[in-house]
């Protein structure tokens, strides 16, 4: 299952660059200080859970016992006990993820995802958030290895600041709904915060 995470991993390096070559890049005005973000508490985490800040990018969400999350530059990297699933958490603070609404850049994102063949895209329901959120999922073969893979990209908005992308990736051959719970309950708990250095 190791294909997954890295997937993953090099769709988080991508993820600006796709964001900008959909929507544009040009800025119109100054972009506003990462740093006058307001910060919202941590969520409570579910009885087991633990908590996982990225000061970094700027966020916090729960994670379920036993699941793996490290940071890898500004993004946040879990896995399932099972590995068969990895979620990849990043912010984007570019002028597209300033403006571009929720839906139309959860979808633009997971059509442009790389290394995919046949990917059948579809909006997916949302998560239950303070946040304006979206959901686009899609099943698709991994080019690299004929694998099927679910993926969903979720993102929260603060509209004008910042859009969190969640980028989740499921076996689709052994069983491609069963960490929905879980995942839903996890995107459920992240919170933003501004982007701190180290």
């Not at 964001?19 to 972009?31: D, F, I, T, V």
């Not at 895209?121 to 958030?129: D, I, N, Q």
Request: glycine letters at 6%.
């Amino acid at each position: 299952m190791a294909i997954i995470a890295a997937v993953s991993t090099r769709w988080v390096v991508a993820l600006a660059a796709v964001a900008l070559a959909a929507c544009g890049s040009a800025e119109r005005k100054p972009p506003p200080n990462p740093q006058d973000e307001p910060t919202d508490r941590a969520a409570k985490p579910p009885a087991g859970w633990r908590t996982v800040t990225n000061r970094a990018a700027g966020f916090t969400v729960a994670v379920p016992p036993r699941w793996t999350a490290r940071k890898r530059r500004a993004a946040t990297l879990i896995r399932s006990e099972d590995r068969l699933l990895a979620l990849t958490i990043a912010a984007d603070r570019s002028r597209p993820g300033r403006e571009t609404p929720a839906r139309d850049y959860a979808s633009r994102a997971l059509q442009s995802l790389p290394g995919f063949r046949g990917l059948r895209v579809r909006p997916g329901r949302a998560v239950h958030s303070p946040y304006r959120n979206a959901r686009s999922v899609g099943t698709g073969t991994l080019e690299s290895n004929r694998r099927p893979q679910r993926v969903s990209i979720t993102v929260f908005q603060r509209p004008g600041r910042v859009t969190y992308a969640a980028i989740a990736f499921v076996n689709a051959r052994i069983h491609p709904h069963l960490h929905d719970r879980e995942l839903d309950r996890l995107l459920s708990t992240l919170r933003a915060r501004p982007p701190r250095a180290g």
